[in-house]
C-alpha cells in the first residue's frame, strides 16, 4: 500500500483528501503545516507527497526545498495543491523540483490520475549509475552544441517534464517546446524521448 503524505493547513481540506486516498487504498498520513510535513515526510519516507502552498510556519516552497535537499526525500514525487494558479506561481514550484501542480479545488478524479501518473513514472528506474546534476545546460550545449534554450528544454527534458510543463517552466508556448525537441532528436540522433534522456543524464554525470 503506498503511503501519501498530505501536508495541508485546512482541516476540513486534510480530512477530505485523505477520505478520498483511503478509499483509493492508498495510506494517508497527515501534516497540518509545513514544519511538521517536513518532519513527516523525514519520518515517513512517503510515497509521494500531497503539499498546500500557503501555509502557517513554513510555506509550500520551503516544504519542496528541505526536501529536495535531504538524500531521503529528494526524488520523492510532490505535487503542490494550491488556490493560486497563475502562471509565476507554477514556475516557481516547478523550478524549485515539483512533479505537479494542481489548483484548488481539484475535481477527484484529476487528483487520482495525476497521484497515479506521477507513481507510475516514479517506478521507472533512472539508470543509478549515473549522478547527474541539473543545476545548468551550461554541460549540454557544450557537449551537443545546442543553442542556450534548446539545452535548457533538454535539461528539463532529462528531469522527466513534459512539455507542458517545460513551456510553464521557460515561459514560452508549447508549440515552440516541441520545435526544440525535435531539433534535440535530430541533434542526439534519437527517435524517443527516453533516449535523448538517457544521452543528457550521462553528459550531465560527466560520464
Known amino acids: 500500500m503506498k503511503t501519501i503524505l498530505i501536508i495541508e493547513d485546512e482541516p476540513e481540506m486534510r480530512r477530505n483528501l485523505a477520505t478520498i486516498l483511503r478509499l483509493e487504498k492508498y495510506h494517508p498520513v497527515s501534516a497540518e503545516n509545513g514544519r511538521t510535513g517536513v518532519e513527516a515526510a523525514l519520518r ?105 534554450r534548446v539545452a535548457e528544454t533538454l535539461l528539463w527534458l532529462a528531469q522527466g517534464k513534459t512539455n507542458g510543463d517545460i513551456a510553464t517552466i521557460l515561459g514560452i508556448s508549447e508549440s515552440t517546446v516541441k520545435k526544440h525537441v525535435l531539433e534535440i532528436f535530430g541533434t542526439l540522433n534519437v527517435e524517443t524521448r527516453t533516449a535523448a534522456c538517457l544521452i543528457a543524464v550521462e553528459a550531465l554525470s560527466g560520464n
Open 44 to 148: 515517513e519516507k512517503p510515497d509521494l507527497i500531497l503539499c498546500d502552498v500557503m501555509m502557517p510556519e513554513l510555506d509550500g516552497y520551503g516544504v519542496l526545498r528541505e526536501l529536495r535537499a535531504d538524500k531521503t526525500t529528494e526524488a520523492t514525487p510532490f505535487i503542490f495543491l494550491t488556490a493560486k494558479g497563475e502562471k509565476p506561481d507554477i514556475r516557481s514550484g516547478m523550478n524549485l523540483g515539483a512533479d505537479d501542480y494542481l489548483t484548488k479545488p481539484v475535481a477527484k478524479a484529476e487528483l487520482l490520475a495525476a497521484i497515479a501518473s506521477r507513481l507510475r513514472r516514479a517506478e521507472q528506474t533512472t539508470v543509478p549509475a549515473f549522478d547527474p546534476d541539473f543545476s545548468s545546460a551550461a554541460p549540454l550545449e557544450r557537449a551537443f552544441g545546442l543553442t542556450p
